[in-house]
């Protein structure tokens, strides 16, 4: 599978700020998968990016894919308690299974 | 089935007995996957199946870890002589196929081995 790098490991932020999680390939990507695994839960899908440069929103979280179809992103705008958890990319390239990252555990603190 | 099933939902068992888990994938889905996550960790994939192709083992930890799968249905993932380092929640997820979409995961089963 696809090795990659997911960046930060852990964030805690104040209700109400952002947060931003990354994920870095050294390779070129087919797509990427965004999932989220609340505590005690198992990951749920969020969203796909399989075009160069997209852009996906969901209300306050907005997901791209890079130019290169190397990184990702998830930002989430104005955090709020229910955003709380752990977000994976898994990134599908040439191997037949996803590869998920290592995790972003997010914290938010009322 | 509404989703992906597991079963038992907890186990906890002696070291050096073997155990055996089950998942029920969504009706249709190809591809069926298993992945072991530990405490605060990620998840670390074990084993895919697709349809009627041979499953990608890349991931079994050691000879100890088996699975199978009845054609596009029922999966099971056998541990044999379990160790206190194979205590973990063994996740279960299918999807219609590599590439085609999000994967469905279960509610996992939390193997405790003491």
């Known amino acids: 599978g696809q090795q990659v790098m997911q960046i930060p490991q852990y964030q805690h932020v104040q209700e109400g700020e952002d947060f931003t999680t990354y994920c870095n390939s050294s390779t070129t990507l087919s797509n990427i998968q965004w999932y989220k695994q609340r505590p005690g839960g198992h990951p749920v899908f969020l969203i796909q990016?399989?075009?160069?440069?997209e852009v996906k929103k969901q209300k306050r979280l907005t997901f791209q894919f890079g130019e290169a179809k190397k990184n990702s992103s998830l930002h989430i705008t104005a955090t709020q308690t229910t955003d709380v958890g752990t977000y994976f990319c898994?990134?599908?390239?040439?191997?037949?299974?996803?590869?998920f990252g290592s995790g972003t555990q997010l914290t938010v603190l009322p | 089935g509404a989703g992906v099933s597991q079963s038992p939902s907890n186990k906890v068992t002696e070291k050096g007995k073997d155990v055996e888990l089950r998942c029920d994938p969504i009706?249709?889905?190809?591809?069926l996957y298993w992945y072991r996550q530990r405490l605060g960790q990620g998840l670390e994939f074990l084993i895919y199946f697709q349809g009627n192709s041979a499953p990608d083992k890349s991931g079994l930890p050691s000879d100890r870890f088996s699975a199978e799968r009845t054609g596009e249905s029922v999966s099971t993932l056998t541990i044999q002589r379990t160790q206190q380092e194979d205590s973990a929640v063994y996740l279960c997820?299918?999807?219609f196929g590599q590439g085609r979409g999000e994967q469905y995961f279960g509610p996992g089963t939390r193997l405790t081995v003491t």
């Open positions: 997820a299918s999807s």
């Open positions: 009706s249709g889905h190809t591809a």
């Open positions: 990016l399989v075009k160069s440069g």
């Open positions: 898994a990134p599908s390239g040439s191997a037949r299974q996803l590869t």
